[in-house]
């Protein structure tokens, strides 16, 4: 095989694993940012639908098993909501109460540091706290 044959086969083989790789990464991006939020079913309507929907095509339900299915679902979801807030809400607390706690053990650039990475972690927890826009 020539020089340039390899090189050819080279390129074509890592196009093939970097087409791979980008296929993977959108569909990574798509399920992280649409997929799962929907079928966690969060706060939104349309995350209660999509989890009727999928609960309909799964168990082949008719029409009116659909129509009969739809109000406990919807029930289950905000109750699940809530039961997510309250969890969440104790987390952050408690989490705080600790930072507190640690808080006399630091020096003052380790308390700036734990003030701020304790803001970062409660505000990744609030967004599931936040009603959607």
């Known amino acids: 095989m020539g020089k340039k044959t390899k090189f050819k086969a080279g390129c074509g083989v890592a196009a093939v694993f970097g087409a791979g790789f980008l296929c993977g990464a959108i569909a ?8 799962i939020p929907l079928s966690e079913g969060w706060k939104d309507e349309e995350s209660k639908e999509f989890v009727i929907n999928h609960l309909a095509n799964r168990l082949n339900l008719t029409e009116k098993q659909v129509e009969d299915v739809t109000p406990i679902v919807r029930r289950v979801l905000d109750e699940r909501y809530a039961h997510r807030k309250v969890y969440i809400e104790a987390d952050i607390e408690l989490t705080r ?6 808080k006399p053990l630091l020096d003052d650039e380790q308390q700036t540091r734990a003030e701020k990475m304790f803001a970062e972690w409660k505000k990744g927890k609030k967004r599931f706290l936040l009603p959607l826009e």
């Open 97 to 102: 109460l600790a930072f507190e706690e640690m």
């Open 28 to 35: 990574l991006f798509i399920i992280i940012v649409k997929i």
